[in-house]
């Protein structure tokens, strides 16, 4: 009888056709959980005696606060169900606004850009980067071909005009300054939150000054592969396993995860091969970056990476019409620059290289950048000079001590104490001239020959507005082996000097030398803010293979070394 009376009570109730009555799950509503009173005014009043007698039964069977005033289940249903479209709409709100904060600058394809350097193309501003006259613009405009347009500062860079175009902290002093260091950094934010592929290069010249040891505040976790450049200008029979394994041994020190490392050369192609065949292996169909300093040699690095893949790919011979440009200007690329590269998905970007204000380019005059780029392959400058050649006598039996080397105009090397067998060698620009005076005369050299026997800076006008040699640092070397090089001596964008405790060619008399200390003492002279690093010396030359020694690795070091 209850049953049939319970069946009754609820039979008035229907639901709209479009709502479907499902299973009711007590845990998913909270909102009823606990009684709660009532109290319900009604414009028609019945008393107990005029309910039917099963209903009078069924409300005194409910517990206190529920009645015929509280919520049916379909009431209960409908409210859930407008609960579930409110956290629904709630939630897709929510992911909206996720998305919107996520939302990062990337690379504008929409914009004609140069396809040399970048910039975006303009009509206005004759000097600036990316000019193109009305004429060219309107005729590539209507034929849809903006991206086949080389600006006029690049036409002018092909030819050997040394146009800057970046200021700023990093930047070059001299000529015009359309763009800040900072401007073209903030052109790879983007980069840490994509998913890429980093190829990240390395100038070998200038290893330490141009390695970017926070390049993960670029890249971000994506994977790199780190390219050293230029290894065609090490010194003739340097041995390549050698270099390779300590360009490994300083990046484990570093403590940057790379999957691989190659050295290479763009000029005579040596390396290039496996970095083509590293990229499409790890690539996966996402887009690859060549991220490094500026001036380091990622356009030329392009170029021979476009050549070598066009071999096999007809997408990179294509692409090789419309390469990026070559300057020996630091800061030619002044915005990504997209290259359709690879048939099977993603593409190749050339960046604007990141400029470093502790760099020796940052604080020479424009005019004077290239005397700062070796052009041949490097050959050690050494003091003192062998006796073979009847040079040594300038130096007396004490060896280098109490003299001062002059690096053209940027660097003063002071020997306070060294033995006498001890020997620096420079490994630079060879238009740098070396120079070496005595420390009690090197302050008055200094001012007399600056801008005419040191240069940079060249001229005495540029030397009257040079500040000078500010920053002085003190090294203290430690040697173990006198047979093997101490270490080097790098300075920032210019080159190392090599420092061996012992040179049995100088023929200087090796009594008591077990008795000696192991120590060199140097103060380094370089303009502000010019960095110093002390390293392990590189083992270049026929030399360096007779003294370098492979370090026997554990098993998990094998496993974690880079390939």
């Known amino acids: 009888m209850a049953l049939k009376t319970l069946s009754t009570f609820l039979s008035p109730l229907s639901l709209p056709k479009h709502y479907t009555l499902s299973i009711f799950n007590p845990v998913s509503l909270n909102i009823y959980r606990k009684s709660t009173p009532l109290s319900c005014k009604s414009t028609h009043s019945h008393s107990p005696s ?145 998913k890429a592929l980093i190829v990240k290069l390395v100038d070998i010249v200038d290893f330490n000054g141009s390695f970017l ?124 620059i997209q290259i359709d590269a690879f048939l099977g998905g993603g593409k190749l970007y050339d960046t604007p290289g990141v400029h470093l204000h502790h760099r020796q380019a940052a ?16 050959r050690g400058q050494s003091f003192p000079v062998s006796s073979k050649n009847g040079m040594a006598g300038k130096f007396n039996s004490n060896g280098l001590n109490g003299f001062s080397i002059f690096w053209g105009g940027l660097v003063r090397i002071d020997v306070l104490k060294v033995l006498p067998e001890t020997c620096l060698t420079f490994y630079g620009p060879k238009k740098l001239p070396i120079h070496a005076v005595p420390t009690h005369e090197a302050d008055e050299f200094y001012k007399k020959e600056l801008g005419v026997l040191l240069t940079p800076p060249t001229g005495k006008d540029r030397a009257g507005e040079w500040r000078g040699l500010e920053t002085v640092q003190q090294l203290q070397i430690n040697f173990e082996d006198a047979e093997r090089p101490a270490s080097d001596v790098a300075i920032s964008g210019l080159g190392w000097i090599t420092i061996e405790p012992r040179r049995e060619s100088l023929g200087i008399s090796e009594s008591n030398f077990a008795e000696r200390t192991k120590e060199l003492h140097i103060a380094v002279h370089v303009p502000k803010p010019v960095e110093i690093f002390v390293r392990p010396s590189i083992p270049v030359g026929k030399a360096g293979a007779e003294w370098y020694q492979y370090r026997e690795l554990t098993e998990k070091e094998e496993e974690i070394r880079p390939k």
């Open 50 to 194: 005029q309910l039917p007698l099963s209903d009078t039964k069924l409300l005194s069977s409910e517990p206190e606060g529920t009645g015929a005033a509280s919520p049916t289940r379909g009431d209960r249903f409908l409210e859930r169900q407008q609960a579930d479209e409110a956290a629904k709409l709630l939630i897709k709100e929510i992911k909206k606004t996720k998305k919107k904060t996520k939302k990062v600058l990337k690379v504008n394809t929409a914009t004609a850009c140069c396809y040399g350097c970048g910039a975006p193309l303009q009509t206005s501003e004759v000097d600036a980067p990316g000019y193109v006259d009305m004429g060219t613009y309107e005729l590539k405009k209507k034929h849809h071909q903006l991206r086949t347009i080389l600006c006029g500062r690049c036409r002018l860079l092909s030819h050997g005009h040394m146009i800057t175009a970046v200021g700023g902290n990093g930047g070059y002093s001299g000529g015009k300054q359309f763009v800040s260091a900072d401007e073209l950094r903030e052109k790879l934010s983007h980069l840490r939150h994509e």
């Open 363 to 378: 604080v020479v005059h424009s005019e004077d950048l290239p005397i700062l780029a070796p052009q041949s392959r490097l």
């Open 213 to 336: 040891s926070r390049v993960r505040d670029l890249a971000g976790a994506n994977p790199i592969i780190l390219v050293v450049t230029k290894v065609d200008l090490l010194p003739k029979g340097t041995d390549f396993n050698c270099v390779g394994d300590w360009v490994v041994e300083a990046i484990t020190k570093k403590k940057l995860n790379v999957l691989s490392v190659h050295l290479t050369s763009s000029k005579s192609l040596v390396g290039i091969a496996g970095v083509a065949s590293e990229i499409q292996k790890e690539k996966k169909g996402r887009d690859v970056y060549i991220l490094g300093s500026a001036n380091v040699g990622k356009s030329a690095f392009i170029s021979a990476l476009l050549k070598m893949m066009a071999q096999r790919d007809p997408a990179a011979a294509a692409a090789q019409k419309y390469k990026p440009i070559q300057s020996a200007v630091p800061g030619t690329t002044l915005g990504p």
